[in-house]
């Protein structure tokens, strides 16, 4: 049986640091980072990349749609 894994891209230019990415990952792979953007908002990283199942959710709540989800099967 197949298994899914993902990763995502951050278009740190929309991010405006609201940290439902984070809140609402059902795998806990996002933190909010030390990094900030151009517009001054607190980025959120992509930590635990090995535990993504690509499952959207974060993607789905980002008001700005900032987050793009891509998955893989292995």
Known sequence: MATSKGEIAINED???GCGYC?????KD???LGDNFNSQGYRLPVFAKKEDCTACTICGKMCPE???EV?????
């Open 22 to 26: 984070i809140e609402f990952c059902p």
């Open 70 to 74: 891509y998955k893989y099967l292995s």
């Open 65 to 67: 749609s900032a987050i």
């Open 29 to 31: 792979c996002l933190i």
């Open 14 to 16: 929309f991010c405006k």
